[in-house]
C-alpha cells in the first residue's frame, strides 16, 4: 500500500510580499514525513477570495490531505473559512461550540468578545474543529482539508492535534552520502541507479566549502533493506563519505 499524500495552501499577502517568512511549510514537511504521509505540493495564495477557492478544490481532489495556513484570525483579510466553505458548497456561520470556546477564553483574559473576535468562531456546515491550546481560537477539519492558523507556535499547535486523527503510511526513512565531485561527473551514474531502484527517491544537492565543490546525495525509502543495497551500490558508483 502506498504511504498517504498531502499538500500545503499557504495563505496571506504578507507571505507573498515578503514581509512575513513561512517557516511552516518547513515544520509540516517533517511532522508528515514521522508520520508516513508524503507532502508532494506545496502552493502559496494571496488573500483573494477566488484563489483560496480554486487552490482548495484542485488540491483536495489531488491529494489524501490539504493543511491549510493563515487567514482565519479576526480581522477583514481573513477570508480563509468562508473561501473553504464555498470550495466545498456549504453554509458558514457563528457555530456554538466555538462561541463558547471563545467565550471561555476572552472571560479569562478580561478582553470582551466582539464581533471582530466572534469572526473566529464562524465554522462551516459539517466541519470537526482542531483544538487551539495557544490562543484558543479553533482550525477546523472539513472532508480532507484541515484548516489552520498562521501564527506559527499555533499552526504547529493545531498540527500536533490533528496528526494523531490521521492515519500514516510507513515511515520515510533516509541515508545520505556526502560526495567531493559536481554534479556534472556522478549525474550518469545517479540516474542509472535511479532505475535500478524504481521504489526510492534519489536526490542531488550541490554545495561549495572552503572553496570546494560538493554534492550531497540523499536516498529515501520505506524499504530499509532496499535502501541499504542501494547506498552500498552507490558508494562504489561514485564514492563519497556516509
Known amino acids: ?28 514537511a517533517g511532522e508528515l514525513t514521522g508520520r508516513g504521509i508524503r507532502l508532494s505540493e506545496a502552493r502559496m495564495v494571496p488573500d483573494v477570495h477566488a484563489r483560496i477557492v480554486e487552490a482548495v478544490n484542485a488540491l483536495r481532489g489531488a491529494y489524501d490531505h490539504v493543511f491549510t495556513s493563515g487567514g482565519i484570525g ?39 468578545l466582539n464581533e471582530a473576535r466572534l469572526r473566529m468562531a464562524r465554522i462551516p456546515d459539517g466541519a470537526t474543529l482542531i483544538d487551539n491550546p495557544v490562543s484558543s481560537a479553533p482550525g477546523f477539519t472539513l472532508g480532507n482539508v484541515h484548516v489552520m492558523a498562521g501564527v506559527p507556535a499555533i499552526f504547529q499547535a493545531m498540527v500536533a492535534g490533528v496528526l494523531p486523527r490521521l492515519t500514516g503510511g ?41 572553496g570546494a565543490h560538493g554534492t550531497q546525495l540523499v536516498v529515501r525509502g520505506t524499504d530499509a533493506a532496499q535502501l541499504d543495497e542501494a547506498m552500498v551500490s552507490l558508494s562504489k558508483l561514485v564514492g563519497g563519505q556516509g
Open 170 to 210: 510507513a515511515p520515510l526513512l533516509s541515508q545520505m552520502l556526502d560526495v567531493v565531485r559536481g554534479e556534472g561527473e556522478i549525474a550518469g551514474p545517479l540516474g542509472e541507479l535511479a532505475a535500478r531502484f524504481p521504489d526510492l527517491s534519489f536526490g542531488s544537492y550541490p554545495y561549495l566549502r572552503n
Open 1 to 28: 500500500m502506498t504511504n498517504p499524500t498531502a499538500a500545503m495552501l499557504v495563505i496571506g499577502d504578507e507571505i507573498l510580499s515578503g514581509r512575513t517568512r513561512d517557516s511552516n511549510m518547513h515544520h509540516l
Open 74 to 112: 479576526p480581522t477583514h483579510d481573513d477570508i480563509t473559512a468562508d473561501a473553504v466553505a464555498a470550495a466545498f458548497g456549504v453554509r458558514i456561520s457563528v457555530r456554538d461550540d466555538a462561541r463558547a470556546i471563545l467565550e471561555a477564553h476572552y472571560q479569562r483574559t478580561g478582553l470582551a
